[in-house]
């Protein structure tokens, strides 16, 4: 039974994938709004583009026809502050009911899961603003007032208690749908321009992830890949400055094997100035810096120049033949695994890259080259 259920799913995946994109349908009617224009708009990541519009008839009723390859954004508008935002499929038959006098706040969809989940999402946090708002507005209106300290402190909490509300609300819906592109939306809402309310960056990645599995293609879920992206490396480095400030030095321990497999830890070199360099055998680049690293390393050396570098290498052999070639005679260490522990300690994005620590075991320099790092060097070791 397993094994059928398996070829079912295979078999639906593949037809899936081999459709061509079909039709939606968008239609219904707007009241009290007979010779007026409503317009189509495809929502991009940054703004939007009219496609199509249509003139309502007497009935008020409108019709729009589409083709896309994955579900997408679009606003349905009677003006620049009337609209309503859809997210159509492919294939819907999207019907629309509404009155022109409050088409944004109050209108009816149906044939379509995703334009749902959108207007309970905007339903939602316009009535959280709403309240929002109005309690922001009573303390600004009530300064004066004898007692006002106190209750500002009330609805302070107040305020606080609706917005935590909210972002368990948006969170919650997240982790709900990680597969619809509704969760985009959740992601990007704002209390105001410069609080988000989902504040969770493991939703965001689930969601990211999720989304970028199913639809590669989409413009949304190709900025929210990248932002997520982004934001993960700079917890990475938030992560590196919390260790600085708890632990009263910036640079956090490595124990690596050396080429003998013998541990060798950074934190052993306390009272030397040390250049910690992350390199490959197989990166060419590398391979180029070690040529200036060894006049570098015998320049300085005697005046307590260490070299700690890491390899990111996974081929024993081409390491300690490089190792050979290049005549490094310094501190050279590797997992042969990767040293993934070391790289994110220290947030490695790139190869080569190098720290400079001074014999406080502060960072004091990153990613020097040529006579950047000389100067660097020769400064450190007076």
Same mark, same amino acid.
């Given at each position: 039974?397993?094994?059928?259920?398996?070829?079912?799913?295979?078999?639906?995946?593949?037809?899936? &994938?081999?459709?061509?994109?079909?039709?939606?349908?968008?239609?219904?009617?707007?009241?009290?709004?007979?010779?007026?224009?409503?317009?189509?708009?495809?929502?991009?990541?940054?703004?939007?583009?009219?496609?199509?519009?249509?003139?309502?008839?007497?009935?008020?009723?409108?019709?729009?026809?589409?083709?896309?390859?994955?579900?997408?954004?679009?606003?349905? *508008?009677?003006?620049?502050?009337?609209?309503?935002?859809?997210?159509?499929?492919?294939?819907?038959?999207?019907?629309?009911? &509404?009155?022109?006098?409050n088409f944004s706040r109050d209108?009816?969809?149906?044939?379509?899961? &995703?334009?749902?989940?959108?207007?309970?999402?905007?339903? *939602?946090?316009?009535?959280?603003?709403?309240?929002?708002?109005?309690?922001?507005? *009573?303390?600004?209106?009530? #300064?004066? #007032?004898?007692?006002?300290?106190?209750?500002?402190?009330?609805?302070?909490?107040?305020?606080?208690?609706?917005?935590?509300?909210?972002? #368990?609300?948006?969170?919650?819906?997240?982790?709900?749908?990680?597969?619809?592109?509704?969760?985009?939306?959740?992601?990007?809402?704002?209390?105001?321009?410069?609080?988000?309310?989902?504040?969770?960056?493991?939703?965001?990645?689930? /969601?990211?992830?999720?989304?970028?599995?199913?639809?590669?293609?989409?413009?949304?879920?190709?900025?929210?890949? /990248?932002?997520?992206?982004?934001?993960?490396?700079?917890?990475?480095?938030?992560?590196?400055?919390?260790?600085?400030?708890?632990?009263?030095?910036?640079?956090?321990?490595?124990?690596?094997?050396?080429?003998?497999?013998?541990?060798?830890?950074?934190?052993?070199?306390?009272?030397?100035?040390?250049?910690?360099?992350?390199?490959? /055998?197989?990166?060419?680049?590398?391979?180029?810096?070690?040529?200036?690293?060894?006049?570098?390393?015998?320049?300085?050396?005697?005046?307590?120049?260490?070299?700690?570098?890491?390899?990111?290498?996974?081929?024993?052999?081409?390491?300690?033949?490089?190792?050979?070639?290049?005549?490094?005679?310094?501190?050279?260490?590797?997992?042969?695994?990767g040293s993934n522990s070391a790289?994110?300690?220290?947030?490695?994005?790139?190869?080569?890259?190098?720290?400079?620590?001074?014999?406080?075991?502060?960072?004091?320099?990153?990613?020097?080259? &040529?006579?950047?790092?000389?100067?660097?060097? /020769?400064?450190?070791? *007076?």
């Open positions: 039974m397993k094994k059928i259920f398996s070829i079912v799913i295979v078999l639906a995946v593949f037809a899936f &994938g081999c459709t061509k994109p079909k039709g939606f349908v968008i239609s219904g009617k707007i009241t009290n709004a007979e010779g007026k224009f409503l317009y189509l708009d495809e929502l991009k990541v940054s703004s939007s583009i009219l496609v199509d519009s249509v003139k309502l008839k007497k009935d008020g009723s409108f019709k729009f026809k589409g083709k896309i390859g994955y579900p997408n954004f679009y606003l349905l *508008r009677l003006n620049e502050k009337n609209f309503v935002t859809l997210l159509v499929d492919t294939t819907e038959k999207i019907t629309i009911f &509404g009155d022109a006098a209108y009816i969809v149906e044939g379509s899961p &995703g334009s749902l989940l959108v207007q309970d999402l905007n339903n *939602r946090l316009t009535k959280t603003k709403h309240k929002l708002d109005s309690i922001s507005n *009573r303390v600004n209106a009530f #300064r004066s #007032r004898e007692n006002y300290s106190i209750q500002k402190i009330i609805w302070d909490k107040e305020l606080a208690d609706i917005k935590q509300s909210q972002i #368990r609300y948006s969170t919650d819906f997240v982790q709900k749908h990680p597969f619809s592109m509704s969760s985009v939306l959740a992601l990007y809402q704002k209390f105001d321009d410069s609080n988000y309310v989902v504040q969770d960056l493991q939703s965001l990645k689930v /969601a990211a992830s999720a989304l970028n599995s199913i639809f590669p293609k989409s413009e949304h879920v190709k900025a929210l890949y /990248a932002n997520t992206q982004r934001l993960m490396a700079q917890e990475k480095n938030s992560k590196l400055q919390d260790f600085i400030a708890k632990n009263g030095e910036n640079s956090p321990d490595i124990i690596l094997p050396n080429h003998n497999g013998r541990d060798i830890s950074l934190s052993s070199l306390a009272g030397k100035v040390v250049l910690i360099q992350f390199w490959s /055998a197989l990166n060419r680049d590398s391979r180029i810096q070690n040529q200036a690293l060894v006049e570098l390393y015998a320049k300085y050396k005697s005046k307590g120049l260490e070299i700690y570098q890491i390899s990111v290498d996974t081929n024993r052999a081409a390491w300690l033949s490089a190792i050979e070639q290049d005549k490094l005679s310094w501190i050279n260490v590797g997992d042969m695994k790289l994110n300690n220290f947030n490695i994005q790139a190869i080569p890259a190098n720290y400079i620590l001074d014999k406080d075991r502060r960072i004091v320099a990153k990613n020097l080259q &040529g006579p950047s790092l000389d100067q660097a060097i /020769a400064k450190l070791t *007076r």
